[in-house]
Protein backbone atom coordinates (compact mmCIF):
# COMPACT_ATOMS: atom_id res chain seq x y z
CA UNK A 1 0.00 0.00 0.00
CA UNK A 2 2.54 2.77 1.11
CA UNK A 3 5.15 1.08 -1.42
CA UNK A 4 2.40 1.83 -4.04
CA UNK A 5 1.29 5.31 -3.09
CA UNK A 6 5.57 6.10 -2.96
CA UNK A 7 5.50 4.65 -6.41
CA UNK A 8 3.08 6.98 -8.16
CA UNK A 9 4.42 9.49 -6.18
CA UNK A 10 7.76 9.11 -7.24
CA UNK A 11 6.24 8.92 -10.85
CA UNK A 12 5.14 11.99 -10.31
CA UNK A 13 8.12 13.48 -9.02
CA UNK A 14 9.75 12.41 -12.63
CA UNK A 15 7.30 13.56 -14.67
CA UNK A 16 7.26 16.95 -12.88
CA UNK A 17 10.74 16.55 -13.02
CA UNK A 18 11.13 16.42 -17.09
CA UNK A 19 8.67 19.18 -17.26
CA UNK A 20 10.66 21.42 -15.17
CA UNK A 21 13.67 20.46 -17.38
CA UNK A 22 11.68 21.13 -20.60
CA UNK A 23 10.49 24.28 -19.21
CA UNK A 24 13.93 25.30 -18.00
CA UNK A 25 16.07 24.45 -21.25
CA UNK A 26 13.51 25.99 -23.40
CA UNK A 27 12.92 29.01 -21.40
CA UNK A 28 13.11 31.62 -23.49
CA UNK A 29 10.77 30.07 -26.41
CA UNK A 30 8.12 29.36 -24.19
CA UNK A 31 8.76 32.89 -22.92
CA UNK A 32 8.26 33.97 -26.42
CA UNK A 33 5.35 31.98 -27.37
CA UNK A 34 3.52 32.98 -24.42
CA UNK A 35 4.38 36.50 -25.17
CA UNK A 36 3.22 36.42 -28.58
CA UNK A 37 0.08 34.24 -27.74
CA UNK A 38 -0.59 37.34 -24.68
CA UNK A 39 0.17 40.24 -27.21
CA UNK A 40 -1.99 38.70 -30.23
CA UNK A 41 -5.17 38.19 -27.67
CA UNK A 42 -4.60 41.45 -25.65
CA UNK A 43 -4.67 43.72 -29.24
CA UNK A 44 -5.34 43.04 -32.31
CA UNK A 45 -2.67 44.84 -34.13
CA UNK A 46 -0.35 42.49 -33.07
CA UNK A 47 -0.58 40.03 -35.40
CA UNK A 48 -0.82 41.93 -38.72
CA UNK A 49 1.37 41.85 -41.18
CA UNK A 50 2.59 45.83 -40.48
CA UNK A 51 3.36 45.18 -36.84
CA UNK A 52 4.98 41.95 -37.35
CA UNK A 53 7.44 43.77 -40.42
CA UNK A 54 7.78 46.85 -38.04
CA UNK A 55 9.21 44.26 -35.17
CA UNK A 56 11.57 43.03 -37.51
CA UNK A 57 12.97 46.25 -39.34
CA UNK A 58 13.34 47.84 -35.59
CA UNK A 59 15.06 44.59 -34.22
CA UNK A 60 17.72 44.66 -37.52
CA UNK A 61 20.52 47.16 -35.61
CA UNK A 62 19.87 45.20 -32.17
CA UNK A 63 20.44 41.96 -33.66
CA UNK A 64 23.86 43.51 -35.02
CA UNK A 65 24.67 44.62 -32.33
CA UNK A 66 23.63 41.56 -30.08
CA UNK A 67 25.95 39.88 -32.40
CA UNK A 68 28.58 41.89 -31.95
CA UNK A 69 28.53 41.61 -28.31
CA UNK A 70 28.24 38.17 -28.00
CA UNK A 71 31.60 37.97 -29.95
CA UNK A 72 32.61 39.33 -27.05
CA UNK A 73 31.17 37.45 -24.31
CA UNK A 74 31.90 34.41 -25.92
CA UNK A 75 35.84 35.24 -25.09
CA UNK A 76 34.47 36.03 -21.66
CA UNK A 77 34.30 39.90 -22.06
CA UNK A 78 31.77 42.69 -22.17
CA UNK A 79 31.62 45.28 -24.39
CA UNK A 80 29.58 48.33 -22.53
CA UNK A 81 30.12 50.68 -25.16
CA UNK A 82 28.34 49.38 -28.32
CA UNK A 83 25.63 52.36 -28.08
CA UNK A 84 28.28 54.74 -27.90
CA UNK A 85 29.92 53.29 -30.75
CA UNK A 86 26.87 52.82 -32.79
CA UNK A 87 26.15 56.90 -32.09
CA UNK A 88 29.65 57.41 -33.08
CA UNK A 89 29.41 56.04 -36.30
CA UNK A 90 26.72 58.34 -37.58
CA UNK A 91 27.57 61.13 -36.36
CA UNK A 92 30.93 60.40 -38.33
CA UNK A 93 29.26 59.19 -41.64
CA UNK A 94 27.10 62.46 -41.75
CA UNK A 95 29.68 64.88 -40.95
CA UNK A 96 32.22 63.40 -43.22
CA UNK A 97 29.03 63.84 -46.08
CA UNK A 98 27.64 67.56 -45.28
CA UNK A 99 30.71 68.98 -43.36
CA UNK A 100 33.27 67.47 -45.86
CA UNK A 101 31.46 66.54 -49.11
CA UNK A 102 32.64 63.27 -49.06
CA UNK A 103 30.71 60.47 -51.50
CA UNK A 104 28.66 58.60 -48.78
CA UNK A 105 30.42 54.78 -49.72
CA UNK A 106 33.54 56.67 -48.46
CA UNK A 107 32.09 58.31 -45.55
CA UNK A 108 30.39 54.98 -45.00
CA UNK A 109 33.50 52.90 -45.36
CA UNK A 110 35.49 55.71 -43.04
CA UNK A 111 32.77 55.68 -40.00
CA UNK A 112 32.92 51.74 -40.36
CA UNK A 113 36.66 51.72 -39.73
CA UNK A 114 36.58 53.84 -37.45
CA UNK A 115 34.13 52.31 -34.75
CA UNK A 116 36.43 48.82 -36.02
CA UNK A 117 39.47 50.90 -34.86
CA UNK A 118 37.98 52.23 -31.58
CA UNK A 119 36.98 48.55 -31.01
CA UNK A 120 40.31 47.01 -31.49
CA UNK A 121 41.62 49.56 -29.39
CA UNK A 122 39.34 49.00 -26.36
CA UNK A 123 40.65 45.76 -27.16
CA UNK A 124 44.09 46.36 -26.90
CA UNK A 125 43.71 48.05 -23.39
CA UNK A 126 41.55 45.13 -22.19
CA UNK A 127 44.29 41.99 -23.19
CA UNK A 128 47.95 44.01 -23.22
CA UNK A 129 47.38 47.08 -20.78
CA UNK A 130 45.36 44.80 -18.41
CA UNK A 131 42.59 47.32 -17.88
CA UNK A 132 39.81 45.32 -16.71
CA UNK A 133 36.71 44.87 -19.47
CA UNK A 134 34.46 46.71 -17.44
CA UNK A 135 36.06 49.94 -16.88
CA UNK A 136 37.74 50.14 -20.23
CA UNK A 137 34.60 49.74 -22.10
CA UNK A 138 32.68 51.81 -19.65
CA UNK A 139 35.34 54.59 -20.30
CA UNK A 140 34.91 53.91 -23.77
CA UNK A 141 31.31 54.53 -23.28
CA UNK A 142 31.89 57.73 -22.02
CA UNK A 143 34.77 58.89 -24.48
CA UNK A 144 32.39 58.15 -27.43
CA UNK A 145 29.46 59.25 -26.10
CA UNK A 146 31.25 62.77 -25.89
CA UNK A 147 32.75 62.26 -29.36
CA UNK A 148 29.31 62.24 -30.50
CA UNK A 149 28.23 64.99 -29.34
CA UNK A 150 31.35 66.95 -30.24
CA UNK A 151 31.26 65.83 -33.76
CA UNK A 152 27.61 66.80 -33.71
CA UNK A 153 27.71 69.83 -31.64
CA UNK A 154 24.43 68.19 -30.13
CA UNK A 155 22.13 68.54 -33.47
CA UNK A 156 21.11 66.25 -35.77
CA UNK A 157 23.32 66.22 -39.02
CA UNK A 158 21.32 66.04 -42.18
CA UNK A 159 22.32 63.02 -44.64
CA UNK A 160 20.89 64.33 -48.07
CA UNK A 161 22.88 60.95 -49.70
CA UNK A 162 19.89 58.51 -51.34
CA UNK A 163 22.12 55.91 -51.52
CA UNK A 164 23.13 56.09 -47.92
CA UNK A 165 19.60 56.35 -46.64
CA UNK A 166 18.44 53.67 -48.36
CA UNK A 167 20.39 51.49 -46.37
CA UNK A 168 17.41 51.81 -43.58
CA UNK A 169 14.83 52.69 -46.07
CA UNK A 170 14.75 50.95 -49.08
CA UNK A 171 13.86 47.56 -50.32
CA UNK A 172 14.49 44.40 -51.88
CA UNK A 173 12.40 42.07 -52.55
CA UNK A 174 9.70 43.04 -50.20
CA UNK A 175 12.26 43.02 -47.39
CA UNK A 176 14.08 46.20 -46.20
CA UNK A 177 17.21 47.06 -46.27
CA UNK A 178 18.26 46.68 -42.64
CA UNK A 179 16.92 43.27 -42.35
CA UNK A 180 18.98 42.35 -45.31
CA UNK A 181 21.72 43.71 -43.98
CA UNK A 182 21.31 42.19 -40.23
CA UNK A 183 20.59 38.59 -42.61
CA UNK A 184 23.93 38.97 -44.02
CA UNK A 185 25.61 40.02 -40.91
CA UNK A 186 24.16 37.07 -38.80
CA UNK A 187 24.74 34.31 -41.58
CA UNK A 188 28.31 35.72 -41.60
CA UNK A 189 28.86 35.32 -38.03
CA UNK A 190 27.41 32.18 -37.71
CA UNK A 191 29.64 30.93 -39.96
CA UNK A 192 32.86 32.46 -38.51
CA UNK A 193 31.94 31.01 -35.41
CA UNK A 194 30.91 26.98 -36.28
CA UNK A 195 32.77 26.40 -39.57
CA UNK A 196 36.35 28.25 -38.51
CA UNK A 197 39.34 27.54 -36.79
CA UNK A 198 39.36 30.95 -35.42
CA UNK A 199 35.68 30.89 -34.50
CA UNK A 200 36.51 27.68 -32.52
CA UNK A 201 39.35 29.24 -30.82
CA UNK A 202 37.27 31.90 -29.42
CA UNK A 203 35.06 29.25 -28.03
CA UNK A 204 38.28 27.43 -26.61
CA UNK A 205 39.41 30.91 -25.32
CA UNK A 206 36.28 31.44 -23.24
CA UNK A 207 36.29 28.23 -22.17
CA UNK A 208 39.70 27.66 -20.76
CA UNK A 209 42.06 30.66 -21.15
CA UNK A 210 44.75 28.54 -19.73
CA UNK A 211 44.26 25.14 -22.27
CA UNK A 212 43.65 27.48 -25.10
CA UNK A 213 47.30 29.22 -24.83
CA UNK A 214 49.00 25.96 -24.27
CA UNK A 215 47.14 24.89 -27.64
CA UNK A 216 49.56 27.66 -28.97
CA UNK A 217 46.56 29.87 -29.44
CA UNK A 218 47.42 33.70 -29.75
CA UNK A 219 44.90 34.29 -26.73
CA UNK A 220 45.51 38.06 -26.70
CA UNK A 221 45.09 38.81 -30.43
CA UNK A 222 42.17 36.66 -30.50
CA UNK A 223 40.65 38.40 -28.25
CA UNK A 224 41.56 41.88 -29.43
CA UNK A 225 40.09 40.95 -32.60
CA UNK A 226 36.72 40.05 -30.88
CA UNK A 227 36.08 43.58 -29.02
CA UNK A 228 37.01 45.14 -32.90
CA UNK A 229 34.27 43.08 -34.19
CA UNK A 230 31.77 44.41 -31.66
CA UNK A 231 32.92 47.89 -32.94
CA UNK A 232 32.33 46.67 -36.60
CA UNK A 233 29.09 45.73 -35.88
CA UNK A 234 28.65 48.39 -33.29
CA UNK A 235 29.54 50.98 -36.52
CA UNK A 236 26.90 48.99 -39.04
CA UNK A 237 23.68 49.38 -36.72
CA UNK A 238 24.76 53.36 -36.08
CA UNK A 239 24.83 53.21 -40.23
CA UNK A 240 21.29 51.70 -40.27
CA UNK A 241 20.46 53.97 -37.09
CA UNK A 242 20.99 57.52 -39.39
CA UNK A 243 20.02 56.10 -42.61
CA UNK A 244 16.52 55.22 -41.46
CA UNK A 245 16.17 58.60 -39.76
CA UNK A 246 17.90 60.34 -43.29
CA UNK A 247 20.46 62.24 -40.35
CA UNK A 248 22.56 61.53 -37.73
CA UNK A 249 21.07 61.87 -34.09
CA UNK A 250 23.06 63.05 -31.33
CA UNK A 251 21.29 60.70 -28.87
CA UNK A 252 21.70 57.47 -31.36
CA UNK A 253 22.65 54.16 -29.61
CA UNK A 254 22.48 55.58 -26.30
CA UNK A 255 21.22 52.91 -23.67
CA UNK A 256 21.45 50.26 -26.35
CA UNK A 257 24.69 48.66 -24.40
CA UNK A 258 21.80 47.47 -22.33
CA UNK A 259 19.82 46.06 -25.17
CA UNK A 260 22.80 44.43 -26.63
CA UNK A 261 23.64 42.69 -23.40
CA UNK A 262 20.09 41.51 -22.67
CA UNK A 263 20.01 40.19 -25.59
CA UNK A 264 23.11 37.39 -25.58
CA UNK A 265 21.86 36.72 -21.96
CA UNK A 266 18.16 36.18 -22.97
CA UNK A 267 19.98 33.88 -25.95
CA UNK A 268 21.65 31.60 -23.18
CA UNK A 269 24.80 32.85 -23.76
CA UNK A 270 27.03 32.47 -20.41
CA UNK A 271 28.79 35.56 -19.37
CA UNK A 272 31.64 33.56 -18.72
CA UNK A 273 32.14 33.15 -21.96
CA UNK A 274 32.69 30.05 -24.37
CA UNK A 275 29.00 29.06 -24.35
CA UNK A 276 26.48 30.49 -26.64
CA UNK A 277 25.36 30.62 -30.07
CA UNK A 278 24.35 33.44 -32.64
CA UNK A 279 20.80 31.86 -32.87
CA UNK A 280 20.56 32.74 -29.51
CA UNK A 281 21.80 36.27 -29.58
CA UNK A 282 19.63 36.90 -32.52
CA UNK A 283 16.38 35.33 -30.50
CA UNK A 284 17.24 37.46 -27.15
CA UNK A 285 17.56 40.21 -29.82
CA UNK A 286 13.83 39.59 -31.62
CA UNK A 287 12.18 38.47 -27.77
CA UNK A 288 13.18 42.16 -26.65
CA UNK A 289 12.21 44.01 -29.95
CA UNK A 290 8.41 42.11 -29.92
CA UNK A 291 8.56 42.61 -26.10
CA UNK A 292 9.45 46.72 -26.79
CA UNK A 293 6.77 46.49 -29.63
CA UNK A 294 3.80 45.23 -27.49
CA UNK A 295 4.56 47.74 -24.96
CA UNK A 296 3.69 50.67 -27.60
CA UNK A 297 0.88 48.77 -28.59
CA UNK A 298 -0.85 48.59 -24.88
CA UNK A 299 0.25 51.89 -24.69
CA UNK A 300 2.07 51.71 -22.06
CA UNK A 301 4.26 54.57 -21.19
CA UNK A 302 7.69 54.92 -22.42
CA UNK A 303 9.27 55.64 -18.92
CA UNK A 304 8.52 51.69 -17.96
CA UNK A 305 10.25 50.46 -21.20
CA UNK A 306 13.65 49.81 -19.34
CA UNK A 307 12.17 48.57 -16.07
CA UNK A 308 10.83 46.09 -18.56
CA UNK A 309 14.15 44.78 -19.77
CA UNK A 310 15.78 45.08 -17.09
CA UNK A 311 13.51 43.20 -14.97
CA UNK A 312 13.96 40.37 -18.39
CA UNK A 313 16.85 40.85 -17.72
CA UNK A 314 16.53 39.45 -14.52
CA UNK A 315 14.63 36.56 -15.40
CA UNK A 316 16.79 35.65 -17.97
CA UNK A 317 19.70 35.19 -15.85
CA UNK A 318 17.76 33.27 -13.14
CA UNK A 319 17.06 31.09 -15.67
CA UNK A 320 20.31 30.65 -16.77
CA UNK A 321 21.23 29.71 -13.35
CA UNK A 322 18.80 27.12 -12.86
CA UNK A 323 19.76 25.45 -16.26
CA UNK A 324 23.69 25.38 -15.07
CA UNK A 325 22.12 24.12 -11.96
CA UNK A 326 20.09 21.33 -13.29
CA UNK A 327 22.81 20.78 -15.72
CA UNK A 328 25.65 20.24 -13.15
CA UNK A 329 22.96 17.53 -10.98
CA UNK A 330 22.19 15.41 -14.29
CA UNK B 1 46.47 -7.41 -13.60
CA UNK B 2 49.89 -8.87 -12.27
CA UNK B 3 50.62 -10.44 -15.56
CA UNK B 4 50.03 -7.06 -17.17
CA UNK B 5 52.94 -5.57 -14.92
CA UNK B 6 55.24 -8.43 -15.48
CA UNK B 7 54.80 -7.90 -19.46
CA UNK B 8 56.27 -4.67 -18.98
CA UNK B 9 59.73 -4.57 -20.25
CA UNK B 10 61.77 -3.89 -16.14
CA UNK B 11 65.27 -2.35 -17.39
CA UNK B 12 65.54 0.77 -19.79
CA UNK B 13 66.25 -0.70 -22.48
CA UNK B 14 70.35 -0.93 -22.82
CA UNK B 15 72.35 0.16 -25.76
CA UNK B 16 69.47 3.37 -27.12
CA UNK B 17 70.54 6.32 -26.25
CA UNK B 18 68.87 8.43 -23.89
CA UNK B 19 65.77 10.73 -25.17
CA UNK B 20 66.64 12.44 -22.31
CA UNK B 21 69.62 13.75 -20.31
CA UNK B 22 69.86 16.16 -17.23
CA UNK B 23 73.08 17.25 -16.01
CA UNK B 24 73.46 19.35 -12.90
CA UNK B 25 70.17 20.80 -13.48
CA UNK B 26 70.23 23.69 -10.83
CA UNK B 27 67.15 26.19 -9.83
CA UNK B 28 66.86 29.00 -7.67
CA UNK B 29 64.35 31.20 -6.29
CA UNK B 30 66.25 33.91 -4.80
CA UNK B 31 67.37 32.71 -1.77
CA UNK B 32 65.96 28.97 -2.36
CA UNK B 33 67.42 26.27 -3.95
CA UNK B 34 64.17 24.44 -5.50
CA UNK B 35 66.98 21.88 -7.47
CA UNK B 36 70.48 21.22 -6.63
CA UNK B 37 72.23 19.18 -9.57
CA UNK B 38 69.76 17.10 -10.82
CA UNK B 39 71.56 14.45 -13.27
CA UNK B 40 68.70 12.17 -15.22
CA UNK B 41 68.58 10.08 -18.22
CA UNK B 42 65.24 8.94 -19.68
CA UNK B 43 65.06 6.62 -22.03
CA UNK B 44 62.57 5.72 -25.21
CA UNK B 45 59.84 3.19 -23.73
CA UNK B 46 60.59 3.35 -20.01
CA UNK B 47 58.24 4.73 -17.68
CA UNK B 48 60.32 6.69 -14.38
CA UNK B 49 58.30 7.63 -11.50
CA UNK B 50 59.59 10.96 -9.62
CA UNK B 51 58.86 10.32 -6.20
CA UNK B 52 59.07 12.51 -3.21
CA UNK B 53 57.51 14.92 -0.36
CA UNK B 54 55.36 18.14 -0.97
CA UNK B 55 58.21 20.44 -1.67
CA UNK B 56 60.65 18.18 -2.83
CA UNK B 57 60.97 19.70 -6.05
CA UNK B 58 58.95 17.53 -8.21
CA UNK B 59 57.04 20.06 -9.57
CA UNK B 60 59.91 22.66 -10.41
CA UNK B 61 61.99 19.88 -12.27
CA UNK B 62 59.15 18.85 -14.63
CA UNK B 63 58.47 22.10 -14.92
CA UNK B 64 61.90 22.79 -16.26
CA UNK B 65 61.46 19.97 -18.57
CA UNK B 66 58.56 21.23 -20.21
CA UNK B 67 60.14 24.77 -20.49
CA UNK B 68 57.76 26.24 -18.30
CA UNK B 69 60.77 27.32 -15.80
CA UNK B 70 64.35 27.89 -17.49
CA UNK B 71 66.88 26.12 -15.21
CA UNK B 72 69.42 28.22 -13.60
CA UNK B 73 72.47 25.69 -13.78
CA UNK B 74 73.32 22.44 -15.50
CA UNK B 75 72.54 21.23 -19.15
CA UNK B 76 69.48 19.35 -20.71
CA UNK B 77 69.63 17.53 -24.10
CA UNK B 78 66.70 15.80 -25.87
CA UNK B 79 67.71 13.43 -28.44
CA UNK B 80 70.39 14.19 -28.85
CA UNK B 81 70.35 17.74 -28.89
CA UNK B 82 71.11 20.07 -26.56
CA UNK B 83 67.75 22.31 -25.19
CA UNK B 84 68.81 26.08 -24.74
CA UNK B 85 65.63 27.42 -25.32
CA UNK B 86 63.25 27.13 -22.67
CA UNK B 87 59.66 27.91 -23.15
CA UNK B 88 56.38 25.71 -22.97
CA UNK B 89 56.04 26.20 -27.16
CA UNK B 90 59.50 24.96 -27.82
CA UNK B 91 59.21 22.15 -25.62
CA UNK B 92 55.92 20.81 -27.43
CA UNK B 93 57.84 20.92 -30.75
CA UNK B 94 60.79 18.75 -29.45
CA UNK B 95 57.80 16.54 -28.53
CA UNK B 96 57.76 16.68 -24.55
CA UNK B 97 53.79 16.98 -23.35
CA UNK B 98 52.97 17.36 -20.23
CA UNK B 99 49.85 17.05 -19.01
CA UNK B 100 48.85 18.80 -15.94
CA UNK B 101 46.75 17.99 -13.15
CA UNK B 102 44.46 20.53 -13.89
CA UNK B 103 44.31 19.58 -17.16
CA UNK B 104 44.71 21.27 -20.17
CA UNK B 105 41.43 20.89 -22.06
CA UNK B 106 38.75 23.51 -23.16
CA UNK B 107 35.68 21.60 -21.22
CA UNK B 108 32.74 23.28 -23.53
CA UNK B 109 34.53 21.63 -26.56
CA UNK B 110 33.65 18.15 -27.63
CA UNK B 111 36.56 15.64 -27.97
CA UNK B 112 37.82 15.97 -31.30
CA UNK B 113 38.02 19.25 -31.05
CA UNK B 114 40.21 19.35 -28.14
CA UNK B 115 42.53 16.83 -29.34
CA UNK B 116 42.54 19.44 -32.20
CA UNK B 117 42.97 22.49 -30.52
CA UNK B 118 45.41 25.04 -32.34
CA UNK B 119 45.95 22.62 -35.02
CA UNK B 120 43.14 21.84 -36.79
CA UNK B 121 42.42 20.14 -39.86
CA UNK B 122 40.73 22.75 -42.44
CA UNK B 123 39.38 22.19 -46.01
CA UNK B 124 38.50 24.35 -48.68
CA UNK B 125 35.23 25.32 -49.21
CA UNK B 126 34.30 27.86 -52.33
CA UNK B 127 37.93 29.15 -51.54
CA UNK B 128 37.72 30.15 -47.79
CA UNK B 129 39.07 27.46 -45.14
CA UNK B 130 36.43 25.87 -42.78
CA UNK B 131 37.10 22.78 -40.30
CA UNK B 132 37.19 19.57 -41.53
CA UNK B 133 35.34 18.17 -38.00
CA UNK B 134 34.33 14.77 -40.27
CA UNK B 135 37.86 13.78 -40.79
CA UNK B 136 39.20 15.24 -37.49
CA UNK B 137 36.17 13.22 -35.84
CA UNK B 138 37.70 10.13 -37.32
CA UNK B 139 40.92 10.77 -36.47
CA UNK B 140 40.27 10.81 -33.03
CA UNK B 141 38.82 8.09 -33.11
CA UNK B 142 40.90 6.06 -34.32
CA UNK B 143 43.87 7.74 -32.44
CA UNK B 144 41.41 7.21 -28.94
CA UNK B 145 41.01 3.24 -30.18
CA UNK B 146 44.65 2.51 -30.80
CA UNK B 147 45.18 3.36 -27.33
CA UNK B 148 42.21 1.49 -26.03
CA UNK B 149 40.23 4.45 -25.10
CA UNK B 150 36.14 4.00 -25.13
CA UNK B 151 34.34 7.24 -25.03
CA UNK B 152 31.08 6.30 -26.43
CA UNK B 153 30.13 9.94 -27.78
CA UNK B 154 33.38 12.23 -29.58
CA UNK B 155 30.64 14.97 -30.04
CA UNK B 156 29.94 15.09 -25.94
CA UNK B 157 31.58 18.21 -24.63
CA UNK B 158 34.44 17.64 -22.51
CA UNK B 159 33.12 19.21 -19.52
CA UNK B 160 30.72 15.87 -19.42
CA UNK B 161 33.61 13.66 -19.20
CA UNK B 162 34.49 11.36 -16.28
CA UNK B 163 37.91 12.22 -14.83
CA UNK B 164 39.44 9.55 -16.35
CA UNK B 165 38.01 9.91 -19.35
CA UNK B 166 39.59 13.42 -19.60
CA UNK B 167 43.23 11.91 -18.91
CA UNK B 168 42.92 9.56 -21.73
CA UNK B 169 41.82 12.26 -24.50
CA UNK B 170 44.73 14.59 -22.82
CA UNK B 171 46.77 11.80 -23.87
CA UNK B 172 45.30 10.65 -26.97
CA UNK B 173 46.01 14.37 -28.12
CA UNK B 174 49.91 14.15 -26.76
CA UNK B 175 50.18 10.73 -28.73
CA UNK B 176 48.47 12.31 -31.80
CA UNK B 177 50.71 14.64 -31.94
CA UNK B 178 54.03 12.57 -31.47
CA UNK B 179 55.40 13.45 -28.18
CA UNK B 180 58.03 11.38 -27.64
CA UNK B 181 58.18 12.32 -23.44
CA UNK B 182 55.04 12.29 -21.63
CA UNK B 183 55.12 14.06 -18.43
CA UNK B 184 51.99 13.29 -16.43
CA UNK B 185 51.53 15.18 -12.92
CA UNK B 186 49.40 12.79 -10.58
CA UNK B 187 46.87 11.17 -13.60
CA UNK B 188 44.76 8.99 -10.66
CA UNK B 189 44.75 11.82 -8.00
CA UNK B 190 40.87 12.28 -8.91
CA UNK B 191 39.34 9.65 -10.64
CA UNK B 192 37.58 6.55 -9.42
CA UNK B 193 38.56 3.08 -8.67
CA UNK B 194 38.13 1.24 -12.62
CA UNK B 195 39.59 4.93 -13.95
CA UNK B 196 42.56 4.33 -12.10
CA UNK B 197 42.82 1.00 -13.16
CA UNK B 198 42.44 2.38 -17.27
CA UNK B 199 44.83 4.71 -16.73
CA UNK B 200 47.81 2.62 -15.74
CA UNK B 201 46.48 0.26 -18.63
CA UNK B 202 46.82 3.25 -20.39
CA UNK B 203 50.35 4.40 -19.26
CA UNK B 204 51.81 0.82 -20.03
CA UNK B 205 50.01 0.82 -23.60
CA UNK B 206 51.70 4.44 -23.90
CA UNK B 207 55.23 3.08 -22.52
CA UNK B 208 55.00 -0.33 -25.04
CA UNK B 209 54.55 2.32 -28.25
CA UNK B 210 57.57 3.62 -27.71
CA UNK B 211 57.31 6.65 -25.57
CA UNK B 212 59.40 7.79 -22.46
CA UNK B 213 56.41 8.43 -19.80
CA UNK B 214 57.47 10.73 -16.69
CA UNK B 215 55.12 10.01 -14.13
CA UNK B 216 54.18 11.77 -10.62
CA UNK B 217 52.62 9.87 -7.88
CA UNK B 218 51.97 9.60 -4.42
CA UNK B 219 50.45 6.18 -5.14
CA UNK B 220 53.10 3.66 -4.20
CA UNK B 221 50.83 0.65 -5.52
CA UNK B 222 50.94 2.52 -9.17
CA UNK B 223 54.67 2.95 -8.81
CA UNK B 224 54.60 -0.84 -8.48
CA UNK B 225 52.44 -1.45 -11.30
CA UNK B 226 53.74 0.52 -14.19
CA UNK B 227 57.62 2.26 -13.21
CA UNK B 228 60.45 1.27 -14.89
CA UNK B 229 62.29 3.05 -12.89
CA UNK B 230 61.82 5.13 -9.22
CA UNK B 231 63.74 8.68 -8.89
CA UNK B 232 63.25 9.80 -5.59
CA UNK B 233 63.87 13.33 -4.38
CA UNK B 234 63.95 15.01 -1.40
CA UNK B 235 64.92 18.59 -0.56
CA UNK B 236 65.75 19.49 -4.47
CA UNK B 237 68.21 16.66 -5.03
CA UNK B 238 68.25 13.23 -6.16
CA UNK B 239 68.08 11.00 -2.85
CA UNK B 240 67.45 7.52 -4.51
CA UNK B 241 67.63 5.89 -7.88
CA UNK B 242 66.71 2.27 -9.07
CA UNK B 243 64.58 -0.08 -10.88
CA UNK B 244 61.26 -1.05 -8.33
CA UNK B 245 62.75 -4.38 -7.70
CA UNK B 246 66.01 -3.71 -7.10
CA UNK B 247 65.29 -0.81 -4.40
CA UNK B 248 62.50 -2.33 -2.20
CA UNK B 249 59.35 -0.66 -1.48
CA UNK B 250 60.59 0.34 2.36
CA UNK B 251 63.39 1.65 1.15
CA UNK B 252 61.55 4.52 -1.10
CA UNK B 253 59.20 4.84 1.72
CA UNK B 254 61.60 5.57 4.14
CA UNK B 255 64.14 7.59 1.46
CA UNK B 256 60.87 9.86 0.98
CA UNK B 257 60.21 10.64 4.05
CA UNK B 258 63.08 10.33 5.93
CA UNK B 259 65.87 11.01 3.30
CA UNK B 260 66.31 14.78 5.46
CA UNK B 261 68.04 12.52 8.40
CA UNK B 262 69.72 10.14 6.07
CA UNK B 263 71.36 12.92 4.45
CA UNK B 264 72.54 14.75 7.35
Given at each position: MTLETNAAGAERGVRLKSLSRIAINNGVLIGFALLVIGLALATPYFLTSANLFSILVQSAPFVIMAVGELVVVLVAGIDLSVGAMAGLSGAVAAALMSAMGLPWPLALAVALASTTAVGALQGVAV?????TDFIATLAGLSIFTSLTLIVTQGNPIGIAADGFNALGQARLLQIPAQVWIAVAIVLGAWGWLSKTASGRHLYAVGGNRIAAYRSGIRVRRLRTLAYAFSGLCSGVAGIIFAAQLSSADP?????DELTAIAAVVIG???????RGSVWGAVMGALLISTILDGLVLLNVSPYYTELVQGFVILLAVMLDYLKRRHDSAV | MQTRTASVQREAPSGAPALLSLRGIGKRFGAV?????IDLDVYPGEVVALLGDNGAGKSTLIKVIAGAHPPSGGSMTFGDQPVCQFDPRHARELGIETIYQDLA??????VSANIFLGREMRRSRIGLPVLDDARMRREAAQALDRLGIHIP?????????SGGQRQAVAVARAVYWKAKLVIMDEPTAAVGVGEHEAILELITTLAASGVAVILITHTMADVWRVANRIVVLTRGGKALEGSPEELGEDAVVRSMLFGRQGKS
Open positions: NYLRVNAGRGGVSLFGG | EALKGLAENLDDLGQAVGEL
